[in-house]
Nanobody, 116 residues
Framework: QVRLVESGGGLAQPGGSLGLSCQAS????????MAWHRQPPGKQRELVAN???????NYGDSVKGRFTISRDHVKNAVYLQMNSLKPGDTAVYFC??????????WGQGTQVTVSS
């Protein structure tokens, strides 16, 4: 069974920074892409950023220029560096991966709160 486990997150002040990590474990044949999504309170889940096997990246409009996604193929891990945080970035952040033979899988989520 393949699992995604997120770490990082927590509380940050506006203008501050936080980093998230996501580690995939289990019988992994190949991961086509990895991504971060988030779900703000009372809102729908939305894409934050994704990264393909060839390291092509895509960002949601609200985080462009502030967040950076990166990936370690050897460790089957994906990271999200979040800078210049805003209160609107407050959400539960979910790691997501598309695994060969399994389709999309999700982590359990980690809370990020931006508040003074």
């Amino acid at each position: 069974q393949v699992r995604l486990v997120e770490s990082g997150g927590g509380l940050a002040q506006p203008g501050g920074s936080l980093g998230l990590s996501c580690q995939a474990s289990g019988a992994i044949s190949s991961i086509y892409y990895m991504a971060w999504h988030r779900q703000p309170p009372g809102k729908q889940r939305e894409l934050v950023a994704n990264i393909t096997n060839s390291r092509n990246t895509n960002y949601g409009d609200s985080v462009k220029g502030r967040f950076t996604i990166s990936r370690d193929h050897v460790k089957n891990a994906v990271y999200l560096q979040m800078n210049s945080l805003k209160p609107g970035d407050t959400a539960v952040y979910f790691c997501n991966a598309f695994v060969e033979g399994m389709g999309p899988i999700w982590g359990q989520g980690t809370q990020v709160t931006v508040s003074s």
